[in-house]
């Protein structure tokens, strides 16, 4: 009943920029928390970066500085510009929302991207 779909992965240079999205679509009646993940081959997945329907924002220390966070309520839309990139920050990128459904908005429940592939070379 509810999708979220990333855009914006690829290839890029050590020290360059890529910006992520992803969009909410289906049955929504409201947002709360939407959030970057990222996961490296081997490694678990961690935290990238949160933001709140309120606009408060969270950042995993290796990003802080380099990496912004940013919504488009009207859209269901969240973004992650990522500057100054470094091959460490190579990894699968997920999107998540805590997001109540239409007919059940007293509940919240908890939804994934599929991924989308950020590679960094040096």
């Known amino acids: 009943q509810v999708q979220l779909v990333e855009s914006g992965g690829g290839l890029v240079q050590a020290g360059g920029s890529l910006r992520l999205s992803c969009v909410a679509s289906?049955?929504?009646?409201?947002?709360?928390?939407m959030g970057w993940y990222r996961q490296a081959p081997g490694k678990q997945r961690e935290l990238v970066a949160t933001?709140?329907?309120?606009?408060?924002?969270n950042y995993a220390d290796p990003v802080k500085g380099r990496f912004t966070i940013s919504r488009d309520n009207a859209k269901n839309t969240v973004y992650l510009q990522m500057n100054s990139l470094k091959p460490e920050d190579t990894a699968v990128y997920y999107c998540n929302a805590e997001i109540s459904i239409a007919h059940m908005k007293s509940t919240i429940f908890n939804y994934w991207g599929q991924g989308t592939q950020v590679t960094v070379s040096s």
């Open positions: 289906g049955r929504i009646f409201s947002i709360n928390t």
């Open positions: 933001s709140t329907s309120a606009d408060s924002t």
